[in-house]
């Protein structure tokens, strides 16, 4: 038996008006249409579903029982057309996002803060990993969007670089080094550098390994297995200096200090696959192109800013979408 939801509304919109003239005017339909259609379905159904008379229809008991079970499907598919429609337009749905990078300040979380609040119903999941974690999660669907350092162009994914950071060196606040407001490569040729065993610890160290190797030095550099936050416990011990992205500075910690590293600064992108036609993905990377656009007619004021000296114990944050090829160097 073959029900179309249009019967179904025709039967409620009959039932409500007591008319079957009544009810195809309400519905923008003919009347022949709907007396038709309600008897067909009569017929498949074996039963009865109005009587007929000069005033109109009234329900016979089997259309009272096949009435309450219409109006609670009917409703039942608006309702699911409201809420994907919802989804449709992104006010609704989940969004999963992969990050390396800190949430304490600076572009993604501004930006993930203005997405929160136009679009509450969306819900964030965060996921952090690496560079090529991320990339063949996006591939694979399991993130919708990744943000990461550098700029990669993965054949089957989009790309597009929206912010960039400056790169810090984390100090003992002791440290002869931290009576100085920038601090370049050549200050830190003898330095001891700890690097942790998390996401970004091998980044760290490659990186220093290159940079200080144009140098014609030979880097100290020695792993703990422990997070972010004991590594910086480690730091103010003395043990050794390490690097960080800029994102990362707003977070304090005792006996710690940042100093700007000249001349360096690591550019962030974000990926997705082409093939994503989640809603809530294309708002966020909507949003993210009109806030990048904003900071970069911004940029002169901030780069300003940026000659400012650091404060003792963290830099403000400065965010722009100048091009530069350098890696993710958060600990």
Known sequence: ????????????????????????????????????????????????????????????????????????????VSHAATDIASIGRGDEGMVRVGILSSLAAGFLPQMLRVYSDRYAGVHIDFVEGTPSDHIAAVRLHKLDVAFVTGEPSPSDCDAAQFWTERVFVVLPSDHALAERERISWDDLRDQVFIVGEGISGPEIQDFLIKKLSDLDACPVIERYCVGRDNLMQIVSFGRGVTLTSEATVAARFPGVVYRRLEGEALPFCAVWSPNNDNPALRRLLSLARSMARDTHRLSPTASANARLPCSAQAAPTRNSVALSQTRDLSP
Do not use: K
């Open 1 to 76: 038996m073959a029900i179309e939801l249009r019967h179904l509304r025709y039967v409620v919109a009959a039932s409500e008006w007591g008319s079957f003239r009544r009810a195809a005017v309400s519905l923008g339909v003919e009347q022949s249409a709907i007396s038709r259609r309600i008897r067909d379905l009569e017929d498949d159904l074996g039963a009865t579903l109005f009587i007929r008379h000069s005033g109109g229809v009234t329900l016979t008991h089997a259309g009272n029982i096949f009435l309450r079970h219409a109006r609670q499907a009917v409703n039942e």
